[in-house]
Nanobody, 114 residues
């Protein structure tokens, strides 16, 4: 059974850091593209970061709003993808979701508040 289980959300102050985790089961995360999305209240879900794997090679993508502050990474031994969030801002408040082909994580709330 393909499943993604997230952890690591919570409350963080502006300028702080937080790391989200997404553990995969039922498939090897190392062989697929992994994405992080977020959805803020009243807004559409948006792609935040992507670690893309293709036959031509791998590449990463970051939305402009998070570039230079967020980092997507993998630990293949743990079958886990991370989203390191640094220098967070109020506007980073959202529910964050990890994604792999045909599977979504359950979502985790990140709230940036002083």
């Amino acid at each position: 059974q393909v499943q993604l289980v997230q952890s690591g959300g919570g409350l963080v102050q502006p300028g702080g850091s937080l790391r989200l985790s997404c553990v995969a089961s039922g498939f090897q995360f190392s062989s697929t593209t992994a994405n992080w999305y977020r959805q803020a209240p009243g807004k559409e879900r948006e792609l935040v970061a992507s670690d893309r794997i293709a036959t031509t090679g791998s590449s990463t993508y970051y939305a402009g709003a998070v570039k230079g502050r967020f980092t997507i990474s993998r630990d293949n031994a743990k079958n886990t993808v991370y989203l390191q969030m640094n220098s967070v801002k109020f506007e980073d408040t959202a529910v964050y979701y990890c994604w792999a082909p045909n599977s979504w994580g359950q979502g985790t709330q990140v709230t940036v508040s002083s």
